[in-house]
Protein backbone atom coordinates (compact mmCIF):
# COMPACT_ATOMS: atom_id res chain seq x y z
CA UNK A 1 0.00 0.00 0.00
CA UNK A 2 1.05 3.21 -0.71
CA UNK A 3 0.89 6.87 -2.15
CA UNK A 4 1.82 8.16 -5.46
CA UNK A 5 1.31 11.20 -7.14
CA UNK A 6 0.13 10.34 -10.67
CA UNK A 7 0.57 13.54 -12.19
CA UNK A 8 3.10 15.75 -13.44
CA UNK A 9 2.35 19.22 -15.01
CA UNK A 10 -0.88 18.84 -17.42
CA UNK A 11 0.34 14.99 -17.89
CA UNK A 12 -0.03 11.82 -16.22
CA UNK A 13 3.28 10.48 -15.84
CA UNK A 14 4.01 6.57 -16.34
CA UNK A 15 2.95 5.83 -12.62
CA UNK A 16 -0.31 6.35 -14.31
CA UNK A 17 0.31 3.04 -16.32
CA UNK A 18 2.12 1.23 -13.12
CA UNK A 19 -1.19 1.77 -11.21
CA UNK A 20 -2.99 0.69 -14.30
CA UNK A 21 -1.34 -2.90 -14.44
CA UNK A 22 -1.61 -3.37 -10.68
CA UNK A 23 -4.39 -4.89 -8.41
CA UNK A 24 -4.77 -1.98 -6.43
CA UNK A 25 -7.42 0.68 -5.73
CA UNK A 26 -6.49 3.82 -7.91
CA UNK A 27 -8.09 7.12 -6.59
CA UNK A 28 -7.31 10.33 -8.73
CA UNK A 29 -8.52 13.96 -7.72
CA UNK A 30 -9.37 16.13 -9.95
CA UNK A 31 -9.27 14.30 -12.91
CA UNK A 32 -12.12 14.50 -14.88
CA UNK A 33 -10.55 16.26 -17.80
CA UNK A 34 -8.35 13.45 -18.19
CA UNK A 35 -10.89 10.75 -18.65
CA UNK A 36 -9.87 9.77 -21.64
CA UNK A 37 -5.97 9.48 -20.35
CA UNK A 38 -7.22 7.38 -17.74
CA UNK A 39 -9.55 4.99 -19.75
CA UNK A 40 -7.01 4.43 -22.54
CA UNK A 41 -4.19 2.98 -19.18
CA UNK A 42 -6.55 0.54 -17.99
CA UNK A 43 -7.79 -0.65 -21.25
CA UNK A 44 -4.21 -0.93 -22.49
CA UNK A 45 -3.54 -2.70 -19.03
CA UNK A 46 -6.40 -5.45 -20.06
CA UNK A 47 -8.73 -3.82 -17.58
CA UNK A 48 -11.68 -2.77 -19.43
CA UNK A 49 -14.24 -4.35 -16.51
CA UNK A 50 -12.43 -2.69 -13.49
CA UNK A 51 -15.54 -1.08 -12.28
CA UNK A 52 -15.27 2.98 -11.67
CA UNK A 53 -16.86 5.34 -9.03
CA UNK A 54 -16.78 9.24 -9.98
CA UNK A 55 -17.97 11.70 -6.63
CA UNK A 56 -18.79 15.16 -8.43
CA UNK A 57 -18.72 17.68 -5.37
CA UNK A 58 -18.66 15.03 -2.71
CA UNK A 59 -21.24 16.05 0.55
CA UNK A 60 -23.22 18.86 -1.31
CA UNK A 61 -26.39 19.16 -2.41
CA UNK A 62 -24.98 19.03 -6.05
CA UNK A 63 -23.30 15.45 -5.56
CA UNK A 64 -23.34 13.25 -8.49
CA UNK A 65 -21.98 9.92 -8.52
CA UNK A 66 -21.44 7.86 -11.20
CA UNK A 67 -21.00 4.17 -11.15
CA UNK A 68 -19.38 2.34 -14.48
CA UNK A 69 -16.51 0.57 -15.70
CA UNK A 70 -13.20 1.66 -17.67
CA UNK A 71 -14.56 0.31 -20.83
CA UNK A 72 -17.64 3.13 -20.79
CA UNK A 73 -16.26 5.69 -18.32
CA UNK A 74 -15.52 8.33 -20.95
CA UNK A 75 -18.93 7.88 -22.92
CA UNK A 76 -21.08 7.49 -19.14
CA UNK A 77 -19.11 10.65 -18.03
CA UNK A 78 -20.24 12.39 -21.04
CA UNK A 79 -23.28 11.32 -20.83
CA UNK A 80 -23.99 12.68 -17.25
CA UNK A 81 -22.19 16.04 -17.87
CA UNK A 82 -19.48 15.34 -14.65
CA UNK A 83 -17.12 17.74 -14.04
CA UNK A 84 -14.55 18.76 -11.06
CA UNK A 85 -14.07 18.91 -8.42
CA UNK A 86 -14.73 15.30 -8.25
CA UNK A 87 -12.94 12.17 -7.03
CA UNK A 88 -12.12 9.03 -9.50
CA UNK A 89 -11.90 5.09 -7.78
CA UNK A 90 -10.81 2.90 -9.89
CA UNK A 91 -11.11 -1.07 -8.83
CA UNK A 92 -12.51 -3.69 -6.88
CA UNK A 93 -13.91 -1.35 -4.16
CA UNK A 94 -16.37 -0.16 -5.66
CA UNK A 95 -18.13 -3.29 -6.34
CA UNK A 96 -18.32 -2.79 -2.29
CA UNK A 97 -20.05 0.42 -2.59
CA UNK A 98 -22.44 -0.92 -4.90
CA UNK A 99 -23.42 -3.67 -2.43
CA UNK A 100 -23.78 -0.59 0.25
CA UNK A 101 -25.42 1.28 -1.77
CA UNK A 102 -28.43 -2.05 -2.61
CA UNK A 103 -28.76 -2.52 1.32
CA UNK A 104 -29.58 1.47 1.92
CA UNK A 105 -31.97 0.95 -1.11
CA UNK A 106 -33.49 -2.42 -0.13
CA UNK A 107 -34.07 -1.01 3.80
CA UNK A 108 -35.54 2.51 2.55
CA UNK A 109 -38.21 0.41 0.74
CA UNK A 110 -39.15 -1.08 4.34
CA UNK A 111 -39.79 2.18 5.82
Avoid: C, H, W
Avoid at 78 to 90: D, K, M, T
Wanted: without cysteine.
Amino acid sequence: MGFNRIKKGNQFNKDLKLAAQSNSTVVILMGTSKLEDISTSFLIAGRSDTPVLIIQNGSTPDEKILVTDIKNLVAAAREEGVQSPAVIVVGEVVDTYKQVEEVFEELSLLN
